[in-house]
């Protein structure tokens, strides 16, 4: 069993300049998730090497069993630091997808070429396609196979506006996650602030926030083994 984990390489914000990347949890909680599952994962990112990592999600407040156990971990630190170049990648040979959110993302992988080519490969191939927080914004400018928007009419969740607006970065991204879901006929939904929140809807599954990474990555491996459920 096979998947794939994209990754941005965006490091910092084209708006105030802040470093920005990959949340740490969004990453390691599915990391480990799938790893301790027996499962082969490959780090992909558009520029390969080391992506980014937003410095906020290092910060103690947000620190998990997960993320200390990431940053420990010798391994998982070597295939970080040496990420596949995400147009190398062959993604029919993976069985889902995954990708971890972060507001860097929002600036390179929302448009790549090779990112959205993943997506409407794995998804027309029926493979669980997953994103969590900021992620499900990649969704919005892939296709179904009939050429639609791929969330159109779909059951989808991301990061949301009232969280935004917490942070204090509502006019500071280049497009907030849950308006362009909606932008693109997708049935937005959400859950608390902060609490984990997923929906599923065949082979897409979305996840609000970094507390819902763990809930995701669940679903997409319920989806891969469902005699395991």
């Not at 499962?39 to 407040?61: M, Q, Y």
Request: proline letters at 6%; aromatic letters at 8%; a neutral charge.
């Amino acid at each position: 069993m096979k998947i794939l984990i994209i990754l941005t390489s965006h490091d910092e914000s084209d708006i105030t300049g802040r470093n920005t990347g990959f949340w740490l949890e969004a990453l390691a909680a599915p990391y480990y998730i799938f790893k301790d599952s027996g499962v082969e994962i490959t780090l992909a990112s558009p520029k390969g090497g080391h992506p980014p990592l937003d410095p906020k999600s290092t910060e103690k407040v947000f620190l998990t069993v997960s993320t200390k156990r990431f940053r420990a971990d010798k391994e998982a630190q070597e295939a970080l630091a040496h990420t596949v170049t995400l147009k190398d990648i062959l993604p029919g040979s993976y069985d889902a997808l995954f990708y971890p959110g972060g507001r860097g993302l929002l600036w390179d992988l929302a448009k790549d070429k090779y990112s959205i080519a993943a997506i409407e490969t794995m998804y027309a191939q029926g493979k669980p396609v997953a994103a969590v927080c900021h992620a499900p914004g990649v969704l919005c400018h892939a296709n179904s196979p009939d050429g639609l928007p791929l969330v159109m009419g779909k059951s989808v969740t991301g990061f949301s506006n009232s969280q935004e607006s917490v942070v204090g970065l509502t006019d500071l991204e280049p497009f907030l996650v849950e308006n362009e879901l909606q932008r693109v006929g997708g049935n937005y939904s959400k859950g608390a602030d902060w609490k984990s929140y997923f929906v599923r809807d065949g082979n897409l599954i979305t996840g609000q926030n970094p507390a819902s990474s763990k809930a995701v990555a669940k679903a997409v491996l319920a989806l891969l083994m469902p005699a395991e459920k």
